[in-house]
C-alpha cells in the first residue's frame, strides 16, 4: 500500500545532496571517459551509470512508498530464501 506520508516527509536536504553526489560523480565518469575512439556499438559507461543511477531512484522511491510494517510478516521468509542461495 502506498504512503502518502513517505512521500510528505521525503527529506529533501538528504536527496539535494545525493543528487548533488551523483551528478558530480556522473560528470568524472563523463569526462575520464570520453573519448573520440569509442566504437558505436558498445555503450559509453558514464550511459550505464546513468542507467543504473535511474533505476536506483526508481527502486529507492518504491520502497519509500511501501509501509515498511506491511512486509514484517514477510522477513522469516525472505531470510530464509536469502540464507539458501547464500549456500548455492
Not at 531512484?57 to 510478516?73: G, K, P, Q
Amino acid at each position: 500500500m502506498m504512503r502518502q506520508q513517505a512521500i510528505d516527509t521525503l527529506d529533501v536536504l538528504f536527496f539535494g545532496a545525493v543528487s548533488l553526489l551523483l551528478g558530480i560523480s556522473l560528470m568524472t565518469i563523463y569526462n575520464v571517459t570520453n573519448t573520440a575512439t569509442l566504437s558505436l556499438t558498445s555503450m559509453p559507461l558514464y550511459v550505464k551509470q546513468m542507467l543504473w543511477i535511474l533505476l536506483g531512484t526508481v527502486v529507492f522511491l518504491a520502497f519509500a512508498a511501501i509501509d515498511y510494517h506491511e512486509s514484517a510478516r514477510l522477513a522469516y521468509p525472505l531470510y530464509s530464501i536469502t540464507l539458501v542461495l547464500l549456500l548455492l
